[in-house]
């Protein structure tokens, strides 16, 4: 999950729990995640995103 969520094409929605997908939502909402892409599946970070991965996949692990 550390290393797919930094690639290009995202990591899969589907091996995140419930927190997880409201994580992603969240990401997206404080422009950290593309919507488009969250909408077909996959966490993809924005550029901003991308300087704050390590805070955006902190939030999408589970507790």
Same mark, same amino acid.
């Given at each position: 999950?550390?290393?797919? /969520? #930094?690639? *290009? @094409?995202?990591?899969? /929605?589907?091996?995140? !729990? @419930?927190?997880? #997908?409201? *994580? %992603?939502?969240? *990401? /997206? !909402?404080?422009?950290l %995640? @593309?919507l488009? %892409?969250? @909408? =077909?599946? #996959? /966490?993809?970070?924005? =550029?901003?995103? =991308?300087?704050?991965?390590? %805070?955006?996949? =902190? !939030?999408?692990?589970?507790?």
């Amino acid at each position: 999950m550390l290393l797919e /969520v #930094r690639l *290009a @094409e995202g990591l899969d /929605v589907g091996v995140l !729990d @419930e927190d997880g #997908r409201k *994580a %992603a939502q969240q *990401a /997206v !909402d404080d422009g950290l %995640a @593309e919507l488009d %892409a969250l @909408e =077909r599946g #996959r /966490v993809v970070l924005t =550029r901003r995103g =991308r300087l704050l991965a390590d %805070a955006v996949v =902190r !939030d999408l692990l589970p507790t």
